[in-house]
């Protein structure tokens, strides 16, 4: 399932060039935005290119559907104590991290922007004795990967958790890595991520002292698992959301997990942390939601002419021809992977955050037509 619906268009794949046929005034509409949901509809967000008496219409001759690249994110979910245990001495109040922080897991988790999303979600620490913290077999997650589009599962285990324990990081990662890589292993072409939250560094209070309690339960050691886990091969990526303040350390697992550094989110005022927290998952929601897509094979006996390629995004009944641009210098249009050998499309950075935001949107790419450029 795919965030959009994409519909790729084979046409005219051919060495041989084919005229547009179009009035280009008709796309190059001054009056046009970088977001594709304001276009102007009587100029480069109109009638559709494709359909018969349309610009492109004289070009196309057949279709094929395809889909962006899944995503799935393993969810590793700090319960230590610190987060709202109030049975602790002293208590900890949940109304500061566990309450609002689970509401803006459930509102992400139930977001209809993620319902092409696959996630799971474990919860750490688990187990009544350090022995049992430590040893425990977190690759084995509380609800295994499910669907967005059915979040209820995800939802229901937050509501039966409650805060409780110390924080056994490097056990807990390494048994979200080790799922990762079996969902990875079994949908390659999917984006898997493992994402931890947690509000402390790694550590367990024994006899009213702290320490790592489990082996080589430190940063260094949780960023090397990271560190490992991104460069072998299959390759996972490593999301951090710090939950308070003073967790600088955090960084060092995150850009070790090839994430560059954790996503802090503030919690003094528990009335903004659920939109924070929210926001910061989104934030990772959009980096994993891919806006690339692998160019479908050409016919049997035709090749692909790179000069006559043309995406078209279509929402609401109308159509914007999305213009190409080399190196996404105003952050709009799309560009290839290789101009001299092209392999895959990417949307650039403004035109891909406003497609995305609409979930009802369509992309199509045709091929036979002299491919609109960037010429502002």
Known sequence: MSFLSFAFVALGLTTAACGSGRDDSTF???????????????GSFGSDPLAPG????????????????????????????????????????PKLKWIPVSTGMKAFLADPGSKSMNASIQFFPIGDTVEQVCSYNYADPEVKLTPLSESSPLVNA??????????????????????A??????????????????????GITI????SEGCPNN?????????????????????YVIGVGPALDSLNAIASAGGTQEAIMVDVRDP????????????RIRSQTLSCDFTIPPPPAGKTLDPTQVNVVYSAGGKHQVIS???????????????????KRITLCPTMCTGVQSDRDGKLTLAFGCATQVDVK
Do not use: H
């Open 158 to 179: 937050i509501n039966t958790t409650r805060p409780q324990g110390g924080t056994p990081t490097l056990p807990a990662l390494q048994g979200a890595i080790s799922y």
């Open 324 to 342: 190409y641009s080399k190196d996404c210098a105003n952050g709009a249009g799309w560009r290839y992977d290789d101009p001299s050998a092209p």
């Open 54 to 93: 349309g610009v492109f219409s004289a070009c196309a001759t057949s279709a094929t559907d395809a889909a962006l690249t899944p995503a799935n994110l393993v969810i590793m979910y700090d319960k230590s104590g610190s987060m709202g245990d109030t049975n602790n001495s002293p208590p900890f109040d």
């Open 28 to 42: 190059n509409n001054s009056n046009a935005t970088d977001d594709p949901a304001k276009q102007d509809p009587g």
């Open 218 to 238: 430190n940063i260094p050691t949780v960023a090397k698992t990271a560190r490992d886990a991104y460069l072998n091969a299959p390759s996972i990526r490593t």
């Open 271 to 282: 009335a903004n942390t659920t939109g924070l927290f929210q926001k910061a998952l989104e």
């Open 207 to 210: 006899d009213d002292k702290f």
């Open 181 to 202: 890589k079996g969902v990875a292993a079994k949908k390659p072409r999917d984006a898997t991520v493992v994402v931890l939250v947690t509000d402390g560094e790694p």
